[in-house]
């Protein structure tokens, strides 16, 4: 069965730092883009970064650019998201999901058939 | 960026009647080299995760009801439960894919039973 599982999320202080982790089973995980996806409580989705099968692209939403950072462990089958000076407004469920394969440009189309149950991070003092 | 628009906000229907979700872009999501349209929807059940419904605004996801369709060109696409189980109270969401990044998402529409 195809699964992605996160962890790591929990409650932090304003300006702190806290790193997520999501694991992959089922599929072959190093042939996929993958992506952080967040939603705040009671808000709706809002994407927030991208990975390369390999680790050699990366795109952030413009409000995390700078403090947060995508990485990947293709070994470990991991995707990670370190997150740094959070402000209270970081604050959601984080969810780990696979777009689709590859189309011939390398990239996928961005649409997201498995997702993980989430994670939730709160920023508060 | 496109902002994707949801409508309405939130919807009560009957058990068995038809339900109807908008969703405008605002630029076009249809790209003609390949005639398809970027555009996906999600069902968001409480406490859960999404679970995508349809992909290419039309083409349904293994798994997902017939009585869900998906339809629409360009900026204007529309989910629609063709007769409404109790099942099917959830948030929905549209997603566009074309102009990326950023993926956009629409608000969410939430259909509850009336």
């Known amino acids: 069965e195809e699964q992605l599982v996160e962890s790591g999320g929990g409650l932090v202080q304003p300006g702190g730092s806290l790193r997520l982790s999501c694991a992959a089973s089922?599929?072959?995980?190093?042939?996929?883009?993958m992506t952080w996806v967040r939603q705040a409580p009671g808000k709706g989705l809002e994407w927030v970064a991208n990975m390369k099968q390999d680790g050699s692209e990366t795109f952030y939403v413009d409000s995390v650019k700078g403090r947060f950072a995508i990485s990947r462990d293709n070994a470990k089958n991991s995707l990670y998201l370190q997150m740094n000076d959070l402000r209270a407004e970081d604050t959601a469920v984080y969810y780990c999901a696979r777009p689709s394969g590859n189309t011939m440009t390398g990239y996928p189309y961005w649409y997201f058939d498995l997702w993980g149950r989430g994670t939730l991070v709160t920023v508060s003092s | 960026d496109i902002v994707m628009t949801q409508s309405p906000d939130s919807l009560a229907v009957s058990l068995g009647e038809r339900a109807t979700i908008n969703c405008r872009s605002s630029?076009?999501?249809?790209?003609?080299?390949?005639?398809?349209?970027?555009l996906a929807w999600y069902q968001q059940k409480p406490g859960q995760p999404p679970k995508m419904l349809f992909y290419w605004a039309s083409t349904r996801e293994s798994g997902v009801p017939d009585r869900f369709s998906g339809s629409g060109s360009g900026t204007d696409f529309t989910l629609t439960i063709s007769s409404l189980q109790a099942e099917d109270v959830a948030v929905y969401y549209c997603?566009?894919?074309?102009?990326?990044?950023?993926?956009?998402f629409g608000q969410g529409t939430r259909l509850e039973i009336k």
């Open positions: 089922g599929f072959t995980f190093s042939s996929y883009w």
């Open positions: 630029q076009s999501v249809f790209y003609s080299s390949n005639n398809k349209n970027y």
């Open positions: 997603q566009q894919y074309y102009y990326t990044p950023p993926i956009t």
